[in-house]
T-cell receptor, first 114, second 119 residues
């Protein structure tokens, strides 16, 4: 099984450009997450989806939109990229939001906004 | 709201010795789960160990154990017999286990601790 797959792995954007980060999981998980990782800040939750059709803001949602297309896929969109959005982005999934099961992570997307 | 604090930006340990990585948390949820993840320099996130707030015993997984002190709201990771491959960033995380509330389902991470194992 592939687990959680993120695309692309690397991306350079110019300020003001838009892009969508794709994430898909093949574990039939209900919950999916988008995080950003910055030095000294740990992983901060951008958006969370408890199940297909539902999304909820996390700690740092400004400048981002998400779409839970179906149970497998959870995309993150930057409508107008800013240098402050330079970061490593991780998608994750877990069986349920209230479960004691761990979250499984994708390999990450390293995004640079110039 | 829930918060995880890891106060040690960096830790050093000699190979084969034990090391404790600190984690304190704050939550108003009555039941919650605590997780530890390892992130090597390659970047992937590797799940290490889980502790439920309702568990009577501390969790153990091989060389990893969790020193859970509920009253002090701490969930420290103990790595025994450190190996060079243990050099990595370590994250503590928590998630409420009950439906409802603004934090429902949200897995919150601390800032991380970089562990360096010396030969």
């Amino acid at each position: 099984n592939a687990g959680v797959t993120q695309t692309p792995k690397f991306q350079v954007l110019k300020t003001g450009q838009s892009m969508t980060l794709q994430c898909a999981q093949d574990m039939n998980h209900n919950s999916m997450y988008w995080y950003r990782q910055d030095p000294g800040m740990g992983l901060r939750l951008i958006y969370y989806s408890a199940s297909e059709g539902t999304t909820d803001k996390g700690e740092v949602p400004n400048g981002y939109n998400v779409s839970r297309l179906n149970k497998r896929e959870f995309s993150l969109r930057l409508e107008s990229a800013a240098p402050s959005q330079t970061s490593v982005y991780f998608c994750a999934s877990s069986e349920r939001g209230d479960a004691d099961t761990e979250a499984f992570f994708g390999q990450g997307t390293r995004l640079t906004v110039v | 709201a829930q918060k995880i604090t890891q106060t040690q930006p960096g830790m050093f340990v000699q190979e084969k010795e034990a090391v404790t990585l600190d984690c304190t948390y704050d939550t108003s949820d009555p039941s919650y789960g605590l997780f530890w993840y390892k992130q090597p320099s390659s970047g992937e996130m590797i799940f290490l160990i889980y502790q439920g707030s309702y568990d009577q015993q501390n969790a153990t997984e091989g060389r990893y154990s969790l020193n859970f002190q509920k009253a002090r709201k701490s969930a420290n990771l103990v790595i025994s017999a450190s190996q060079l491959g243990d050099s990595a960033m370590y994250f503590c995380a928590m998630r409420p286990l009950n439906a409802g509330g603004t934090s429902y389902g949200k897995l919150t991470f601390g800032q991380g601790t970089i562990l360096t194992v010396h030969p």
